[in-house]
T-cell receptor, first 113, second 114 residues
Framework: QKEVEQNSGPLSVPEGAIASLNCTYS??????FFWYRQYSGKSPELIMF????GDKEDGRFTAQLNKASQYVSLLIRDSQPSDSATYLC?????????????FGGGTRLMVKP | EPEVTQTPSHQVTQMGQEVILRCVPI?????FYWYRQILGQKVEFLVS????????KSEIFDDQFSVERPDGSNFTLKIRSTKLEDSAMYFC????????????FGDGTRLSIL
């Protein structure tokens, strides 16, 4: 059973602070990792993806992957109230013929002005 | 920026009726997917489709469900005889490759079964 776990939150940070969102996964065969942002009542929007151990930066977002610890995280620098949303971690297992993504339950982030 | 489009945005149907949800994937994408999200729950994989056939399906995707690419642009999900528990948001997604390629989601269809 492939599991992706996230703290449901809410994670509350003040405007301008760094928000740190974490995700663990159970399947060691997992090869690609995605972060999606989902506003209430809306669809998942791709934020970042990472395949290799280490850090990957894109603007205010940094994804971090540690395959040995089966852990992936998303850092949001200079958090803005517009970043308030649920952040979904999704995992794809190599060799999965259908490219199925397994999603975590999401962490709700609240950025307070 | 290219996007996945889904119609209708909201579908209300009587239990036992058939519904068809429609999607137009991003034009150069080759891999298509359906996911669903019951209110307050995780996004769940239903099915993936490539080269005019199903690549993978989940346990949710039983005989009541089917998918089709009737022409060069549309991708549909049919639920033959809807149940109350089929009420959910249904998301179509597409990617331009398999494996590690990111999947891009449409805005979703909210399906309400009465």
């Amino acid at each position: 059973q492939k599991e992706v776990e996230q703290n449901s939150g809410p994670l509350s940070v003040p405007e301008g602070a760094i928000a740190s969102l974490n995700c663990t996964y159970s399947d060691r065969g997992s090869q690609s990792f995605f972060w999606y942002r989902q506003y209430s009542g809306k669809s998942p929007e791709l934020i970042m993806f990472i395949y290799s151990n280490g850090d990957k930066e894109d603007g205010r977002f940094t994804a971090q992957l540690n395959k040995a610890s089966q852990y992936v995280s998303l850092l949001i620098r200079d958090s803005q109230p517009s970043d308030s949303a649920t952040y979904l971690c999704a995992v794809n297992v190599l060799g999965n013929a259908g490219n199925m993504l397994t999603f975590g339950g999401g962490t709700r982030l609240m950025v307070k002005p | 920026e290219p996007e996945v489009t889904q119609t209708p945005s909201h579908q209300v149907t009587q239990m036992g009726q058939e519904v068809i949800l429609r999607c137009v994937p991003i034009s150069n994408h080759l891999y298509f997917y359906w996911y669903r999200q019951i209110l307050g729950q995780k996004v769940e994989f239903l099915v993936s489709f490539y080269n005019n056939e199903i690549s993978e399906k989940s346990e949710i995707f039983d005989d009541q469900f089917s998918v089709e690419r009737p022409d060069g642009s549309n991708f549909t999900l049919k639920i033959r005889s809807t149940k109350l528990e089929d009420s959910a948001m249904y998301f179509c997604a597409s990617s331009d490759g398999g494996g590690n390629q990111p999947q891009h989601f449409g805005d979703g269809t909210r399906l309400s079964i009465l």
